[in-house]
């Protein structure tokens, strides 16, 4: 398992739902995952102040054909495009259940 933030690429579905992911080169495809919504407040903005901000955090199982299924911890700013891995989880020992559920 490794914690860290790195940008990566993330196809949409229908509600915003990531249904694939790039990384490092890599394609990988959602099989189910789970939102939580967060607000980020009481940050700086460049241009001064003291700001907030709604960010959504998603575990994601996902599968790659050359490799064992995974979890990853992925999230981004509502409305931007941006994506940031930020934990790997090598096996997953749990499901979520199906995208189409959330």
């Known amino acids: 398992m490794g914690t860290f933030s790195e940008s990566i690429s993330v196809q949409n579905g229908p509600g915003c739902r990531p249904v ?3 990384w490092r080169g890599e394609n990988y495809q959602v099989v189910a995952g ?3 919504p967060f607000v980020l407040s009481g940050y700086l903005k460049a241009a ?3 700001g907030s901000a709604e960010y959504e955090l998603w575990e994601l199982e996902v ?3 050359e490799r064992s ?3 990853m911890s992925v999230t981004h700013r509502v409305g931007g495009e941006n994506w940031r891995l930020i934990r790997l989880t090598e096996q997953s020992r749990r499901s ?3 995208l189409a559920a959330l």
């Open 20 to 22: 694939k992911l790039s």
């Open 34 to 36: 789970r939102r939580r």
């Open 48 to 50: 001064g102040g003291v």
């Open 63 to 65: 599968t790659h054909p």
């Open 69 to 71: 299924r995974r979890t």
């Open 96 to 98: 979520f259940g199906s």
